[in-house]
Antibody, heavy 119, light 109 residues
Framework: EEQLVESGGGLVQPGGSLRLSCAASGFTFSSFDMNWVRQAPGKGLEWVSYISSDGRAMYYADSLKGRFTISRDNAKNSLYLQLNSLRAEDTAVYYC????????????WGQGTTVTVSS | SYDLTQPPSVSVSPGQTARITCSGDTLPKQYVHWYQQKPGQAPVLVIYKDNKRPSGIPERFSGSSSGTTVTLTISGVQAEDEADYYCQSADNSATYYVVFGGGTKLTVL
């Protein structure tokens, strides 16, 4: 079964940092582009970041203003998101998603990990 | 960036047809994908590349496009189809920039 499992969420103070992880299984992770998508409480989906299958191309939502960094380790079948300078508005469920060739939609989603930014 | 516009809500009775629209100026040049999200669950891809249905998605889900509007159609709506639906597109030219619509709450009366 193709599966994505996120971890690393939690409660953090404004200005703090977190590193989210996403463990992939059941498919050849190194062959697929990946994304992070977030959802604030009671709100819609918001794309956060993309990374190509080989890790060479990375793109981010304009709203992040350089505070987040996406990375991957294909040897460990893992995707990461480093969150810095966190703000209250970053409070959300963060999902990792598989994105085959950028044209077939996000066909596999994790269950999400919750980040709460509060003092 | 750019915007995708969806109606906030759509209501239908069981057995009827639900149509959820997604509008955007760039849609004639971009594929649209649709996701279903039930409360407390992760989204699920129900339509990709405007009108393709992933394996395991019931045939009552279909997609179509016309100019700047793309439509998700659910024929013979069932109670289990009550959910939030999101359209998604991407600027896939020089870079890659993903946009989601605001979401539509489908209520089965």
């Amino acid at each position: 079964e193709e599966q994505l499992v996120e971890s690393g969420g939690g409660l953090v103070q404004p200005g703090g940092s977190l590193r989210l992880s996403c463990a992939a299984s059941g498919f050849t992770f190194s062959s697929f582009d990946m994304n992070w998508v977030r959802q604030a409480p009671g709100k819609g989906l918001e794309w956060v970041s993309y990374i190509s299958s080989d890790g060479r191309a990375m793109y981010y939502a304009d709203s992040l203003k350089g505070r987040f960094t996406i990375s991957r380790d294909n040897a460990k079948n893992s995707l990461y998101l480093q969150l810095n300078s966190l703000r209250a508005e970053d409070t959300a469920v963060y999902y990792c998603t598989r994105d085959p060739n950028r044209v077939y939609g996000m066909d596999v989603w994790g269950q999400g990990t919750t980040v709460t930014v509060s003092s | 960036s750019y915007d995708l516009t969806q109606p906030p809500s759509v209501s239908v009775s069981p057995g009827q047809t639900a149509r959820i629209t997604c509008s955007g100026d760039t849609l004639p040049k971009q594929y649209v994908h649709w996701y279903q999200q039930k409360p407390g669950q992760a989204p699920v891809l129900v339509i990709y590349k405007d009108n393709k249905r992933p394996s395991g998605i019931p045939e009552r889900f279909s997609g179509s496009s016309s100019g700047t509007t793309v439509t998700l159609t659910i024929s013979g709506v069932q109670a289990e189809d009550e959910a939030d639906y999101y359209c998604q597109s991407a600027d896939n030219s020089a870079t890659y920039y993903v946009v989601f619509g605001g979401g539509t709450k489908l209520t089965v009366l």
